[in-house]
């Protein structure tokens, strides 16, 4: 098995080939050798159950693997019980599109402290989340991965350790790490192999082996400022993080991750360009 590389929602140049539909993004990823799609509900699931069991079908015939993005609205941090609920209700309205979908994990951020201290706010993220996975026992639902994804602005909670810390609490959390929010939050790491490779470590300490192996990663390039993530930009920019390093690290430790190329637009294009120099590595070429 060798790593899978794909696009978050649909880029510039599927529109621009004439193509509206999203149950048409199987065949085109495919046809760009691309193998994972990340359908975005960041806004709301709105998609209908005969859509998404069209995405489905054409996924399976394509050999794409799906996954979900949740929408923006989820808050696990706040005091507020309306809003508490609705993000309950977001999550669980995710899982049961993904369950459409044939999607296996469901990305989400835990939310932002507000004006509540950080640390309490993450212990009101674990009671909440604790009640999340109380509620979709019984639904059908559990088989499917809840995956909080590390952010990229200084007042977010998410940092590695807040995700890492949250999937400790059940076998079907794994962490999402994007890797240009962590540059990003952390002005300007991550361009070396040494640091990467760091943070697959950590998740194998919390999580094991196979899920650090497989880890579902996010990469684009990210413009940051003092207080983290400012803007996404695209390979042709002049922004970091190089995903080249990351591929190294790929390679030579036979990790086998997915990775969701979420560039500004041109998401297939960097998902390709990513791929296409991990397939030249020397590891690699001994694995296929």
Known sequence: MLAQFGSSGNPNAFYEQGLKSSADMPAWLNSLGLSAYEYSCSRGVNIREATARAIAVKAKEHGILISIHAPYYINLASQDEKIQQNTRNHIIKSLQAALWLGADRVVFHMGSPGKVERKTAFEQIKRSFYNVLNKIVGLGLEGIYLAPETMGKVNQLGSLAEVLELCSMADNVIPTVDFGHLHAVTRGLFTTEEEFLEVFEQVEKVKGAAVAKTL???????????????????????????????????????YTPRVICESNGTQAIDAKIMQDYYLSLPGVQGMK
């Open 216 to 254: 579902h990663i996010h990469f684009s390039r990210i413009e940051y400022t003092a207080g983290g993530e400012k803007k996404h930009w695209t390979f042709n920019d002049e922004y970091g993080p190089d995903h080249r390093p990351l591929m190294q690290v790929l390679a030579k430790y036979g």
